[in-house]
């Protein structure tokens, strides 16, 4: 069946960096995009980025410019996302969902990003 | 593109009817999804393409609008119904979602 995977949880002290992996399974890779939403605790859901397996190309939210950065292994069919300059308010659950033509029908299961010193 | 979610907060009994609305600042076409999302879990997809209700969807969700403004109804609210509900656009980037409404079941 589909399934998107994610890494373990992380911990990490502000400036630092973390990076989340998303590994799919049970689809063609190449054949759907990948984006990335973050919830902080007690929150709402906020979109981050989306890269396109295929080719590689990405769009970021202006909020995460030069701070995010999307990558793909078409090898192992896994997507990672990279998040620099860590500050507590990064502190979040993050997610990978895969793009259905107009809608997230796939979530990864969630890896909690906990920033502190 | 904002999207507003009213009410932020709603609190129903068993068997109600119960509406969310979602409005947006500029039209986004067809390009509107709402997902569940219950706590430390990953939102689920309910309806697509304002109106498609998502497989294995129970019918006693539906959706409905157009140009900027759209509504997310349950017909007859069950108690496994207790979630948040976020609307989300697809029309343009970013993908930005509405701010929630949680439904509590009294």
């Known amino acids: 069946q589909v399934q998107l995977v994610q890494s373990g949880a992380e911990v990490k002290k502000p400036g630092a960096s973390v990076k989340v992996s998303c590994k799919t399974s049970?689809?063609?890779?190449?054949?759907?995009?990948i984006h990335w939403v973050r919830q902080a605790p007690g929150q709402g859901l906020e979109w981050m980025a989306m890269i396109k397996p295929s080719g590689a190309s990405t769009t970021y939210a202006q909020k995460f410019q030069g701070r995010v950065t999307l990558t793909r292994d078409t090898s192992t069919a896994t997507v990672h996302m990279e998040l620099s300059g860590l500050r507590s308010d990064d502190t979040a659950l993050y997610f990978c969902a895969r793009e259905h033509g107009g809608d997230f029908d796939i979530w990864g299961q969630g890896t909690m990003v906990t920033v502190s010193s | 593109i904002q999207l507003t979610q009213s009410p932020s907060f709603l609190s129903a009994s068993v068997g109600d009817r119960v509406t969310i609305t979602c409005r947006a600042s500029?039209?986004?076409?067809?390009?509107l999804a709402w997902y569940q999302q219950k706590p430390g879990k990953a939102p689920r997809l309910l309806i697509k393409g304002i109106s498609t209700l998502q497989s294995g969807v129970p019918s006693t969700f539906s959706g409905s609008g157009s140009g900027t403004e759209f509504t997310l109804t349950i017909s007859s609210l069950q108690p496994e119904d207790s979630a948040t509900y976020y609307c989300?656009?697809?029309?343009?980037?970013?993908?930005?979602f509405g701010q929630g409404t949680k439904l509590e079941i009294k």
């Open positions: 989300q656009q697809l029309n343009t980037y970013p993908y930005n």
């Open positions: 049970g689809y063609t890779f190449t054949s759907y995009y």
């Open positions: 500029q039209g986004i076409n067809s390009f």
